[in-house]
Nanobody
Framework: QVQLVESGGGSVQAGGSLRLSCAAS????????MGWFRQAPGKEREGVAT???????TYADSVKGRFTISKDNARNTLYLQMNSLKPEDTAMYYC???????????????????????WGQGLQVTVSS
């Protein structure tokens, strides 16, 4: 059974940094598409960043140049380094895995992605101005 457990959320002032982690178990970790998503109150879930099995990465325009997705295969852990945080980054953040090797572009549509993969429980990131 696939299990994803996120950690590292919290509160930070604008301009600060946070690193989210997602520990994964129960599947062939290296072989699938993984990603980070977020959902702010009253908004749809949206893709933030994805990483393919070959470690190719893709980012939402809103986070390009500020966020970095990476993974440590030895630790079966996915990361999201978030720098230069803005109040509009405030949301629940989720990690997810999708059972195909490359992340399709439609994955960034959170409403489609929801039913396509396995999800962690989510954690809160709050950025104050």
């Amino acid at each position: 059974q696939v299990q994803l457990v996120e950690s590292g959320g919290g509160s930070v002032q604008a301009g600060g940094s946070l690193r989210l982690s997602c520990a994964a178990s129960g599947y062939a970790y290296r072989t699938y598409c993984m990603g980070w998503f977020r959902q702010a109150p009253g908004k749809e879930r949206e893709g933030v960043a994805t990483i393919d099995n070959d470690e190719s990465t893709t980012y939402a325009d809103s986070v390009k140049g500020r966020f970095t997705i990476s993974k440590d295969n030895a630790r079966n852990t996915l990361y999201l380094q978030m720098n230069s945080l803005k109040p509009e980054d405030t949301a629940m953040y989720y990690c997810a895995i999708f059972l195909f090797p490359r992340c399709p572009s439609w994955i960034f549509d959170g409403s489609r992605a929801k039913s396509a993969g396995y999800w962690g429980q989510g954690l809160q990131v709050t950025v104050s101005s």
